[in-house]
């Protein structure tokens, strides 16, 4: 009968998405299930995304899988993907898929549930975390245009909208408050480590805490490439490491709108004053830093949004 509480049912997209997010589940478990975690140390890049972990994490991946199993995560907070309504959970799977070839991509809460139990807490022997910091307001512009195809339904979305339309779409859809909350929700929460406890060396733009079997290494971007290939070769206690850049987004398809989007949209007062004088811009960058880089979104150009 058409007009059957099944048949109905069936015809409402959460009914739709929620046969798919079961297939995803059940088609990633097993890859879940053969975490090699007491055989090689584990090495987790774990991070808010738009930083530059790809490139360490196929670096890592091209010299030294033999060495270590090495995995790369945006979430392993169970409580915050239970919590998310399912058009972010959606957004998040979107960006995983995107990073094809990553250790680990969870999608859901099951996924981020079993992954967070294996690495973090039936696993004995020490894990290493790699994690990393940026300019907030650079961060999420690169998020934003990593995900136009999702937010705005369509693959090339940089093309058929105009400067001012995706601008639009940056303010009313971005999560602009991601980079400033993913260090207490992923980090202090999920493993521990209270990043804010101690200060943060502006100078190296290198820091190293540490908790039980939990060894964090903090990588600001400021840093120069000589500088975190020293890092990481210390931390990982590893003779030699280069990491090799991929993904940056002016080279992208999209690169082109990208710069342009830059160079013509202004970044209003009170959103450079939202992200640069957060918790977070203020512990991870110097005061010297903090003023530059809002006196650089304030001489953005002057277009109107």
Excluded at 67 to 89: C, K, P, W
Excluded at 276 to 290: D, I, K, T, V
Aim: glycine residues 2%; contains cysteine.
């Amino acid at each position: 009968m058409t007009n059957s509480p099944l048949f109905l049912l069936r015809q409402r997209k959460t009914y739709q998405l929620l046969k798919w997010y079961v297939k995803v589940a059940v088609r990633r478990l097993p890859k879940v299930s053969k975490f090699n975690i007491d055989q090689k140390p584990i090495v987790l890049i774990h991070q808010m995304g738009k930083v530059g972990s790809l490139s360490i994490y196929h670096s890592l991946k091209a010299d030294y899988c033999h060495q270590f199993d090495i995995y790369h995560t945006h979430f392993l907070n169970a409580l915050y993907a239970l919590e998310s309504d399912t058009q972010r959970r959606d957004h998040d799977w979107q960006i995983y898929r995107q990073n094809q070839g990553s250790g680990l991509l969870p999608s859901d809460f099951y996924d981020i549930t079993r992954i967070h139990n294996q690495l973090l807490v039936k696993t004995k022997q020490p894990l290493k975390i790699i994690t990393m910091v940026r300019d907030p307001i650079s961060r999420n512009i690169s998020a934003y245009f990593q995900n136009l195809h999702w937010i705005w339904g369509m693959s090339n979305a940089y093309q058929e909208k105009s400067i001012p339309e995706l601008a639009e779409g940056f303010w009313s859809q971005a999560n602009h408050d991601f980079p400033l909350e993913w260090l207490d929700r992923e980090i202090q929460d999920v493993v521990g480590l209270d990043v804010y406890a101690q200060p943060f060396p502006h100078d190296s733009a290198i820091q190293k805490l540490t908790d039980g079997n939990h060894n964090l290494l903090i990588i600001h971007t400021n840093a120069s490439d000589q500088v975190k290939n020293q890092a990481l070769q210390q931390f990982l206690e590893i003779e030699h490491f280069e990491v090799k850049r991929l993904h940056v987004s002016e080279k992208k398809e999209y690169g082109a709108v990208y710069k342009k989007f830059l160079s013509e949209v202004k970044i209003p007062e009170w959103y450079i004053d939202k992200m640069f004088n957060s918790r977070f811009a203020r512990h991870f960058f110097s005061e010297e830093e903090r003023q530059k880089r809002m006196e650089y979104w304030r001489k953005h150009p002057r277009s109107n949004m």
